[in-house]
């Protein structure tokens, strides 16, 4: 049974966290992959309903020196938010009223920090992605308050950004759950946000957590690519990463660098 430690295809789990090589007894699966199965989709679920922990961000933000401000999008509640995705990129008409009030002109980058799909990933590693992002750009760039987004899609990036007026935007958002993780964090970034913006105008660095992408690493790589889009003047497919391979958190498997 390819469940067998001696399985020849036993060896590759231990490079990944993919279901491989799981043996079966009888015609399903055996009793630990099935309970092991049950456990992360319980782990799924639960982390798609789990808070904002908006309280803690801004706090650890603020122990780093970085204020941070709170915006919302048009969905109410998660409820609808979950049903009506359209509504999670819309930003709230008071939260774009507040954000044109600032008067900031027009910043170099916006930092976002959205609940998404997994508030428990955001919870666990947005503050930190976003202080090392931020104490890696250069220090003459004009960067808002962080903001702290509820019911956040990507694209809810792109009317902040417009109200605003930035140059580039970062968001940083949970993922939606997989089997494999529930915990990742995904980071997006956009040239000139306005409403209407499509995938292939965004770079994504993604798989942001413990086990995957260590935040550190992913700082640098959010880092270098905000810096080249800000040079270069555009994002998306066009902006290539030069930077090669890098190394997960949790294997010295090289994974490929280059965001989608």
Same mark, same amino acid.
């Given at each position: 049974?390819?469940?067998?430690?001696?399985?020849?295809? !036993?060896?590759? $789990?231990?490079?990944?966290?993919? &279901?491989?090589? +799981? =043996? /079966?007894?009888? %015609?399903?699966?055996?009793? @630990?992959?099935?309970?092991?199965?049950?456990?992360?989709?319980?782990?799924?679920?639960?982390?798609?309903?789990?808070?904002?922990?908006?309280?803690?961000?801004?706090?650890?933000?603020?122990?780093?020196?970085?204020?941070?401000?709170?915006?919302?999008?048009? !969905?109410?509640? $998660?409820?609808?938010?979950?049903? &009506?995705?359209? +509504? =999670? /990129?819309?930003? %709230?008409?008071?939260?774009? @009223?507040?954000?044109?009030?600032?008067?900031?002109?027009?910043?170099?980058?916006?930092?976002?920090?959205?609940?998404?799909?997994?508030?428990?990933?955001?919870?666990?590693?947005?503050?930190?992605?976003?202080?090392?992002?931020?104490?890696?750009?250069?220090?003459?760039?004009?960067?808002?308050?962080?903001?702290?987004?509820?019911?956040?899609?990507?694209?809810?990036?792109?009317?902040?950004?417009?109200?605003?007026?930035?140059?580039?935007?970062?968001?940083?958002?949970?993922?939606?759950?997989?089997?494999?993780?529930?915990?990742?964090?995904?980071?997006?970034?956009?040239?000139?946000?306005?409403?209407?913006?499509?995938?292939?105008?965004?770079?994504?660095?993604?798989?942001?957590?413990?086990?995957?992408?260590?935040?550190?690493?992913?700082?640098?790589?959010?880092?270098?690519?905000?810096?080249?889009?800000?040079?270069?003047?555009?994002?998306?497919?066009?902006?290539?990463?030069?930077?090669?391979?890098?190394?997960?958190?949790?294997?010295?498997?090289?994974?490929?660098?280059?965001?989608?």
């Amino acid at each position: 049974m390819s469940g067998s430690p001696d399985h020849p295809l !036993a060896v590759l $789990r231990r490079h990944t966290q993919a &279901r491989i090589a +799981l =043996g /079966r007894h009888g %015609a399903g699966l055996p009793t @630990a992959a099935h309970l092991d199965f049950a456990e992360a989709h319980a782990r799924a679920r639960d982390a798609v309903h789990a808070r904002f922990d908006e309280d803690s961000i801004a706090a650890a933000l603020g122990d780093g020196g970085v204020h941070s401000l709170r915006v919302a999008s048009e !969905a109410e509640g $998660r409820p609808q938010y979950l049903r &009506r995705p359209d +509504l =999670g /990129r819309r930003l %709230a008409c008071a939260s774009k @009223a507040d954000l044109e009030a600032l008067g900031l002109g027009a910043p170099d980058l916006c930092l976002v920090i959205g609940d998404g799909l997994s508030a428990e990933a955001v919870n666990t590693y947005a503050a930190e992605t976003a202080l090392g992002v931020l104490a890696l750009l250069p220090r003459d760039l004009q960067v808002t308050p962080v903001l702290l987004a509820t019911g956040a899609r990507v694209a809810l990036s792109d009317p902040i950004g417009e109200a605003l007026r930035a140059r580039l935007v970062l968001m940083l958002i949970g993922e939606r759950p997989g089997l494999s993780a529930a915990d990742s964090l995904g980071a997006y970034i956009t040239h000139a946000p306005r409403s209407g913006r499509t995938d292939a105008d965004r770079n994504c660095v993604s798989n942001i957590r413990i086990g995957g992408l260590a935040p550190s690493l992913a700082a640098a790589k959010l880092a270098g690519l905000l810096t080249r889009s800000l040079a270069l003047g555009f994002s998306g497919v066009r902006l290539k990463d030069d930077e090669g391979l890098i190394e997960t958190a949790a294997t010295s498997i090289p994974i490929a660098g280059t965001s989608p």
